[in-house]
């Protein structure tokens, strides 16, 4: 991910797929885990972890959805309820970074 050679980096030229930000940081699914709980809410779509506890009150499928896969990997769930853009639009301020294992 943080290779500017890499192919995926080509498409940082149109903003819109940039949700990356710069300090993006790596974390493992172990730390991840840890954060479970309606004060402090992780979830990980698609090999990124994302912080979502201040966007649990706003969640159009209510909080428990997202809590159910907080500190875990809610990617297939995620896949079948919500379009693509959704994590593009939201995803871009609650993200914390890919996930390394
Ligand atoms: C980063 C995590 C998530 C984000 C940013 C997110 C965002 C959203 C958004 C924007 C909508 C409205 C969609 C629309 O109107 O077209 C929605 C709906 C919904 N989401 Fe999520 N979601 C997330 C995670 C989850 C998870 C893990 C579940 C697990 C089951 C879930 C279940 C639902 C359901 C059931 C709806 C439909 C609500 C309805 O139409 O009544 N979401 N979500």
Redesign the pocket.
Known sequence: MTNRKGPMNRLSVFPVYDTIPKMSKQVTMAEVAKHKTDKDCW?V?KGVA?D?TN?LAD????KK??L??AGKD?TA??E????PD??V???KD?KIGPVSN
């Open positions: 979830v779509i994302y979502v966007f969640h159009p499928g209510g959805a997202i159910m896969y809610a769930e995620f079948m309820l919500h379009k959704i994590i639009k939201y995803g609650m």
